[in-house]
């Protein structure tokens, strides 16, 4: 069954149909500019109403929920209709409210230092599931406004690549999001980046790199083995060409792997010619990846070294660490305890 939210406005009509035209666009309207849940959109008789939910229910079922930063911070962990579980973030800065998306259930990439990578793939999402994400987010973020959509949550949106990039058209559309504020981060599926480059869409892309040597980026990233550095740098330059869009590159700073003077220089010559920031974010510490995040002296000098070569650099403050907000954690330690959302 599809979410409500994955219908398009033909497909909603559609699904109206028999009733008088207008109903369509107060549904539309209730549930998209007003952002309500479909049983608050009062405009429309209730009888309609559960006849819709009915075949259309949520496709989100809320199993756990986790608060940190004083509230700044709520994370959610979700079933799915057949049971698999996702992950979604909702982050509040002093000038934006973010939402940390999944894109996957699970994801088969398989990278060393991540839990997601390490529960492996479970399935694709729909584009009614990740969309729904955004609009819970967007209820529970208020009185506060989101401004932000992160696809950095479980699973590789560029492996999911019609449902990333429909949800990013009915953000900027339907939701009436900048796609200024709208980022999607990749593993580096190369093909698909050029791809997303001629989509015309001005979202920001995210490559997480994390090595910018073969054999350091092989063990950690194994993508790297189809899409090595040189064929990843082409890929990225015809982004930057082409959508003349800032590109951000990630790196998880790993003790004595990533974070050495090698690793940096290493790091200058990838970044510099494509004029792209770099976000620093110290690992998270996952079970079975035995290596650490870097301490923060050594976060603080990779920094200011990219700084004094002219890399345009940043630390990302590690929203929810105390609540395993690292990609996949979330779904490993739940217990599958139900709870309900909050209200605020
Ligand atoms: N698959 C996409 C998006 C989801 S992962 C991607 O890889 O970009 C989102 C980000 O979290 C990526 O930059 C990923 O490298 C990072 N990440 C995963 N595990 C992490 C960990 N243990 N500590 C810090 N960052 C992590
Ligand atoms: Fe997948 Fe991204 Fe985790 Fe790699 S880092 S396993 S691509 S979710």
């Known amino acids: 069954m599809t979410s409500l939210y994955g219908?398009?406005?033909?497909?909603l009509a559609e699904a109206l149909a028999g009733e008088p035209p207008y109903r369509a666009d107060q549904l539309w309207r209730?549930?998209?500019?007003?952002?309500?849940?479909?049983g608050?959109?009062?405009t429309v008789p209730r009888a309609l109403r559960e006849r819709l939910a009915?075949?259309?229910?949520?496709?989100?079922?809320?199993?756990?929920?986790?608060?940190?930063?004083?509230?700044?911070?709520r994370k959610w962990l979700f079933a799915l209709a057949d049971g698999a579980t996702i992950e979604t973030v909702l982050m509040h800065y002093d000038d934006r409210v973010t939402v940390c998306v999944s894109s996957q259930a699970g994801c088969a990439m398989g990278c060393t230092f991540c839990a997601t990578g390490q529960a492996g793939f479970t399935r694709?999402?729909?584009l009614g599931e990740v969309l729904e994400q955004v609009v819970v987010a967007r209820r529970e973020a208020r009185p506060a406004r989101l401004s932000n959509v992160?696809?950095?949550g479980m699973g590789e949106p560029l492996a999911n690549y019609a449902v990333t990039v429909g949800a990013l058209r009915r953000l900027a559309g339907d939701v009436g999001l900048s796609a200024r504020h709208l980022t999607v981060s990749t593993v580096g599926v190369a093909p698909a980046m050029e791809r997303l480059a001629a989509e015309g869409?001005?979202?920001?892309?995210?490559?997480?790199l994390h090595a910018a040597n073969d054999a350091t980026r092989d063990e950690l990233v194994p993508l790297n083995r189809r899409y090595p550095l040189e064929r990843l740098f082409a890929a990225a330059t015809t982004w930057v060409e082409r959508t003349r869009r800032r590109l951000s590159l990630e790196w998880a700073l790993i003790d004595?792997?990533?974070?050495?003077?090698?690793?940096?220089?290493?790091?200058?010559?990838?970044?510099?010619?494509?004029?792209?920031?770099?976000?620093l974010i110290p690992l998270n510490p996952t079970p079975g990846f035995l290596v650490r995040g870097s301490r923060p002296e050594r976060v603080a000098a990779f920094r200011d070294g990219l700084l004094a070569r002219g890399v345009n650099a940043t630390v990302r403050n590690t929203r929810g660490r105390s609540i395993t907000a690292a990609c996949g954690q979330l779904a490993q330690v739940s217990r599958g305890r139900r709870v309900a959302l909050r209200r605020r």
Do not use: I, K, Y
Not at 201 to 208: D, E, K, N, R
């Open 7 to 11: 219908l398009t406005r033909d497909e």
């Open 54 to 73: 009915a075949a259309h229910p949520p496709a989100l079922t809320p199993v756990e929920e986790v608060v940190s930063d004083r509230g700044g911070t």
């Open 40 to 42: 608050e959109v009062t």
């Open 150 to 152: 992160v696809l950095m």
């Open 124 to 126: 694709q999402l729909t």
């Open 30 to 38: 209730g549930l998209w500019a007003e952002g309500r849940p479909l």
């Open 256 to 279: 004595g792997v990533n974070d050495t003077d090698a690793a940096l220089a290493e790091l200058v010559d990838f970044a510099a010619p494509l004029a792209a920031h770099v976000n």
């Open 201 to 208: 869409l001005p979202v920001t892309l995210a490559l997480s």
